[in-house]
């Protein structure tokens, strides 16, 4: 790839140069304080970008969406709580713009000076940002890029969407990838390359039909590939299994038959699961064998022999990529499978990556030190997308 970095835009001198970042501060909220961010691990992301061009003396324009608004301002998902939090990590207050492109945030550009930060409104609070109508999408690019004198993409979680500020905005602007963005791209690298082995690739998450081209992808070039959460119960009734009231995709049976089959001896499936009554973290529940789950029992997290089974294979590799939770973390009862697979993971020799999205906010939840693996990715959806092979918008942006 041949793209421009932050070092090349700061050897060039930002020193009084208006400079917009992009970045991906979509982070969640706490359902019972919908102002109260519940997980700031994507702000803290992008600080080493944001600090860089702030101690070089730039003005430091940030954009961002936050959640998916229909294309006009919705206060459910402002981003004001995501300047405080962001202006306390720098250690110093961040402007706030109340709209993208309109009056705010060009008084809020024209007064700031070289050395300070401001964050503007939502991007998605403008239609031109999502549209699939590429003047629409002009327009809107033509708007943020009016802001600033150089872009800098650092939402690497956003790289895989054709939007505006992704897509449109560089070809506006001399642009450069971000720390962020250029470290999930070596990293990435590394995995559709020449990976160290045993290569091992652990998946979970609910549906098979939203990780099948990975699994494609990848089936051919690791040594196991350990299949866990709600996606399995699809894979177990592919083996004739009965799996009760679990998640499952009857119209993708026979895909994963046809997967178990290509994947003979590098495939591995749960052979026990914990088993509940209802969704709920009071539900009864047990431990039953994979191939015996009751008809009036739902599967919500792989049993212990799985997840020593896992463990053990875990064990013994040199990479390890792992995209997706081994069960309903976010209720205590159902949370031991993908503790016991990301505290393996934390013990490997080797190079280790977790695969954003439901992964990252596992290990943040769980309370594991984020230092013990290799790396965290902040873009669960491009992350998959780029193992996949295919074209990532934002990246080629920023190649042209």
């Known amino acids: 790839m041949t793209i421009r970095t932050l070092d090349d835009l700061l050897a060039e001198g930002v020193s009084g140069r208006r400079v917009?970042?992009?970045?991906?501060?979509?982070?969640?909220?706490?359902?019972?304080?919908?102002?109260?961010?519940?997980?700031?691990?994507?702000?803290?992301?992008?600080?080493?970008?944001?600090?860089?061009?702030?101690?070089?003396?730039?003005?430091?324009?940030?954009?961002?969406h936050l959640g998916r608004p229909k294309g006009a301002p919705d206060p459910r998902y402002s981003l004001e709580p995501v300047a405080g939090r962001l202006g306390e990590l720098l250690g110093k207050?961040?402007?706030?713009?109340?709209?993208?492109?309109?009056e705010s945030a060009r008084a809020a550009v024209a007064a700031l000076a070289g050395g300070h930060v401001a964050l503007l409104e939502n991007l998605r609070f403008n239609p031109g940002e999502t549209s699939k109508d590429d003047a629409e999408r002009g327009v809107f690019a033509d708007q943020?890029?009016?802001?600033?004198?150089?872009?800098?993409?650092?939402?690497?979680?956003?790289?895989?969407?054709?939007?505006a500020s992704v897509y449109d905005v560089p070809a506006?602007?001399?642009?450069?990838?971000?720390?962020?963005?250029?470290?999930?791209?070596?990293?990435?690298?590394?995995?559709?390359?020449?990976?160290?082995?045993p290569y091992v690739v652990v998946l979970g998450g609910s549906k098979?039909?939203?990780?099948?081209?990975?699994?494609?992808?990848?089936?051919?070039?690791?040594?196991?590939l350990l299949v866990g959460g709600g996606m399995c119960f699809t894979f177990l009734r592919a083996q004739g299994h009965e799996v009760g009231?679990?998640?499952?995709?009857?119209?993708?049976?026979?895909?994963?038959?046809?997967?178990?089959?290509?994947?003979?001896?590098?495939?591995?499936?749960?052979?026990?699961?914990?088993?509940?009554t209802a969704f709920?973290?009071?539900?009864?529940?047990?431990?039953?064998?994979?191939?015996?789950i009751p008809a009036d029992r739902l599967g919500l997290d792989i049993g212990p022999?799985?997840?020593?089974?896992?463990?053990?294979?875990?064990?013994?590799a040199k990479t390890v990529f792992w995209n997706g939770p081994m069960g309903v973390f976010e209720l205590a009862p159902f949370a031991a499978g993908t503790r016991g697979v990301a505290e393996a993971i934390t013990k490997v020799d080797g190079f280790t990556v977790v695969g954003g999205g439901d992964s990252a906010a596992a290990v943040r939840a769980l309370g594991l030190d984020e230092v013990a693996f290799g790396h965290i990715s902040t873009g669960g959806g491009a992350s998959l997308e780029y193992l996949e092979g295919k074209p990532l918008p934002g990246v080629a942006a920023l190649e042209h």
């Open 172 to 197: 506006r602007l001399p642009h450069v990838a971000g720390r962020l963005v250029l470290r999930e791209l070596e990293v990435l690298s590394r995995l559709t390359g020449e990976p160290d082995r």
């Open 245 to 276: 009231k679990s998640l499952l995709e009857e119209e993708m049976v026979e895909t994963c038959r046809n997967l178990l089959a290509r994947g003979e001896g590098k495939i591995l499936l749960p052979t026990d699961v914990v088993a509940a």
């Open 20 to 64: 917009l970042v992009r970045a991906d501060l979509n982070v969640p909220f706490e359902k019972e304080n919908p102002g109260v961010i519940a997980d700031d691990g994507r702000i803290r992301a992008v600080l080493p970008t944001l600090i860089a061009l702030r101690d070089a003396g730039a003005a430091v324009i940030v954009c961002s």
């Open 208 to 224: 098979v039909s939203d990780k099948l081209a990975v699994i494609e992808a990848l089936l051919p070039k690791v040594d196991r």
């Open 305 to 316: 022999r799985s997840t020593a089974a896992f463990a053990e294979v875990i064990a013994g």
């Open 93 to 102: 207050p961040v402007v706030f713009a109340a709209d993208t492109v309109g």
């Open 144 to 163: 943020l890029a009016a802001l600033a004198d150089a872009y800098v993409d650092d939402a690497f979680g956003a790289v895989h969407r054709k939007h």
């Open 280 to 292: 709920a973290a009071d539900a009864g529940h047990d431990v039953v064998d994979a191939e015996a």
